[in-house]
């Protein structure tokens, strides 16, 4: 007989095989995607790196790293003498930073297929751990910041990038209540573990990290609006990546899903200017220390 605990086990399981295999097949997208990502994320990933206080000579976990262009940001601030260690759930994807690292002859990154709730990784070998854009997807994220907490050594530091609030995050917001709509679902729960605005609860990220262990923990929200010529231009971007949208909408028939996406074009083409197509995000960045 099951268990509550075995049943809840089991949906976990499934949550990160699905994803698994989403980002398997989306690998190509989001590598393709690349220097898009990088232009629109670089302010907050070079303060995140800032903020895990990352050194010449250090070793470092860059934990859901994906294609890894932040990887390559790590393994320049590390220098020959350190180490950077890249994992991810998708085996696809890793094989792009991999890739991306010894085009760049970057010898000094490895990459390691594992689960963020469950590093396979020696207790206290970095000193400094990072994950840009990935824990607000993990079913339990207290979960990986104790895996996190685990993985430094004393005194190393960490820093994560999320999401912040539905509200700063508007096109965020179109995209989920307008597949939700079109799939025949109710309004999402911003808060319910996994989703991309999971983590954006005010003082949310700050108890997750103390009851982790974490202390001199400290949240800063970045402004980082997404630029692009055209918000067809961010259509494709959504529908090459692993999104929560895609997979929604790939249940529907082809007519429903084409309408799905015409509708979402229509909202967040509201955010076309003369410089081109800006859409508002907000994002945390949560840093802290082991003692």
Not at 15 to 22: L, P
Not at 25 to 33: E, S
Not at 210 to 219: I, L, Y
Request: net charge negative; aromatic share 6%.
């Amino acid at each position: 007989m099951s268990t509550v605990a075995d049943d809840r086990v089991s949906a976990t399981t499934d949550v990160k095989a699905t994803a698994r295999d989403a980002w398997d097949r989306c690998a190509q997208g989001w590598n393709d995607h690349s220097p898009a990502i990088r232009r629109w994320l670089a302010t907050a990933t070079g303060a995140m790196l800032d903020m895990a206080g990352i050194r010449p000579g250090d070793r470092v976990l860059d934990v859901a790293a994906g294609a890894g262009d932040q990887t390559l940001d790590i393994a320049r601030r590390v220098g020959t003498q350190g180490r950077v260690l890249a994992t991810d759930l998708s085996h696809e994807i890793l094989r792009h930073a991999k890739r991306n690292a010894e085009a760049e002859g970057l010898t000094q990154v490895d990459t390691l297929v594992g689960d963020g709730e469950q590093l396979p990784v020696p207790s206290g070998g970095f000193d400094a751990v990072v994950c840009r854009l990935g824990l607000m997807l993990f079913p339990d994220p207290r979960q990986g910041l104790r895996e996190m907490h685990r993985a430094l050594r004393p005194g190393g530091g960490v820093c994560t990038l999320v999401f912040s609030a539905p509200q700063a995050n508007p096109c965020i917001g179109i995209l989920l209540r307008t597949a939700l709509r079109h799939a025949g679902l109710p309004p999402p729960d911003p808060w319910q573990p996994g989703g991309l605005l999971s983590l954006g609860q005010p003082g949310r990220l700050d108890a997750l990290f103390r009851s982790a262990g974490f202390r001199d923990v400290a949240t800063t929200a970045v402004d980082a609006p997404f630029r692009l010529p055209t918000v067809e231009d961010y259509l494709r971007f959504v529908r090459a990546s692993a999104s929560p949208i895609q997979r929604l909408l790939g249940r529907l028939d082809p007519a429903a899903e084409q309408a799905a996406w015409d509708d979402i074009e229509a909202q967040l083409a509201g955010f076309a200017t003369a410089d081109g197509w800006i859409g508002p995000n907000e994002l945390l960045l949560t840093a802290a220390r082991k003692p």
